[in-house]
């Protein structure tokens, strides 16, 4: 199976040799962190079969966020520390987009812009859900995940956010919930309301962040794209919802299906049609147009507000249980997947047997490594045990 850092072998060098002088800080970073990314360059540690005895090199992983490598790992263990955290409500999942006026202008101030999309989204749902009209909530809570890109790499910065469906009433103890409608349809807010006042927050805070930049001027016609509906139900699922938005880069190594010397070739999901296409991009572009989405060094992709931020963790847990009482239980649930190394089966013998052993620095692991293919060719040039 063809790899990122395969194709970053390829044609890095000669992407480098155009854009390497101009290229950011946290590009060059996350070009260097996936190419060394489980190779002797990051050492190992030797992991031994519990059922064989079978000696097995583990490379250490780089942990970089743009990794497609390490995504993963990271969302299991995200998804375990959240499993404590959700109330027994319904969810409801918004989507917050900007323009493709703004796209560039985002592009080019990207810790300054992104901070304002998550502040901007979070202030207009908070206005609208305090409105008696639609909900009366006085405090909520929102898991907010930020996205760049398409399924085809261009860049288009959206919120994505998890909203549990009610909040805490003026009078700081009582919960509200959102109620079904006679059509038994839900709705957190209405949507149209919600995108005119999004609008009008994100282009005020925009403004104040960066007074000295002309923004460009937006036709008023041009409606702001703004996506709610109820997420499926139930605490895996909710979980798993959230799963598929939490640690994602914008592409992953299952998605590339070939490459040559001048090309590469990845595959996608229509959104129009819904339907498996591939396109073939020079190797250059496709470079250009994956690091893209690195965004700066220390800004946080996913952010907590309200009631799921960590400074109210008394009061969320004071909220579990007061609608677990009313009958809706959280229900306690033990994941079946191995964790740690009982994830990898033993190369020899299948079984999830592997025990973590010594640490090896990259010059052990060449030596490792050595010392292993000499020991396969001896095996391999012995004769026969019926001998």
Same mark, same amino acid.
């Given at each position: ?70 995504? #993963? ?62 909900? #009366? ?168 507000? #309200? ?81």
């Amino acid at each position: 199976m063809l790899r990122l850092a395969d194709v970053m072998r390829r044609h890095g060098p000669s992407y480098l040799e155009c854009h390497g002088d101009s290229m950011l800080p946290e590009h060059l970073r996350a070009v260097n962190a996936i190419l060394t990314c489980r190779t002797p360059e990051l050492g190992a540690h030797v992991a031994t079969c519990g059922q064989c005895g079978y000696e097995h090199l583990l490379f250490h992983s780089c942990r970089h966020r743009a990794c497609p490598q390490c995504g #993963g790992d990271r969302t299991t263990k995200w998804l375990e520390q959240q499993r404590e955290l959700l109330l027994p409500v319904p969810y409801f999942h918004v989507v917050f987009t900007l323009p493709s006026e703004l796209r560039r202008i985002v592009r080019s101030n990207q810790k300054a812009l992104l901070a304002v999309l998550f502040k901007a989204a979070f202030e207009t749902l908070s206005e609208l859900c305090a409105d008696p009209r639609h909900l #009366g909530a006085a405090q909520i809570g929102a898991l907010a995940v930020l996205h760049t890109w398409t399924r085809t790499l261009e860049w288009h910065p959206h919120l994505h956010m998890l909203v549990p469906g009610g909040g805490v009433a003026p009078d700081g103890e009582t919960w509200v919930g959102k109620r079904k409608r006679k059509d038994r349809r839900q709705f957190l807010v209405p949507v149209k309301a919600l995108a005119k006042r999004f609008r009008g927050c994100f282009m005020y805070l925009a403004r104040r962040a960066l007074p000295n930049v002309n923004f460009p001027e937006i036709p008023w016609k041009k409606g702001w794209v703004v996506f709610a509906k109820p997420t499926v139900q139930g605490t895996d699922s909710v979980l798993q919802y959230l799963g598929r938005y939490v640690h994602r880069t914008a592409l992953s190594d299952h998605a590339i299906v070939g490459q040559d010397d001048k090309t590469v070739t990845f595959g996608y999901r229509s959104s129009r049609d819904n339907q498996r296409k591939t396109m073939t991009l020079p190797g250059q572009e496709f470079l250009r147009r994956f690091l893209q989405h690195v965004i700066p060094k220390g800004f946080h992709r996913v952010r907590a507000f #309200g009631l799921l931020h960590p400074a109210h963790r008394t009061t969320l847990g004071r909220l579990q249980m007061l609608l677990s009482r009313r009958g809706a239980v959280v229900p306690e649930t033990v994941s079946d997947e191995p964790t740690g190394l009982a994830h990898f089966p033993c190369p020899r013998c299948g079984m999830r047997t592997l025990r973590r052993g010594r640490q090896l620095s990259p010059e052990e692991c060449l030596l490792f490594m050595a010392r292993s293919s000499a020991a396969q060719d001896e095996q391999a040039r012995a004769p026969p045990a019926a001998a």
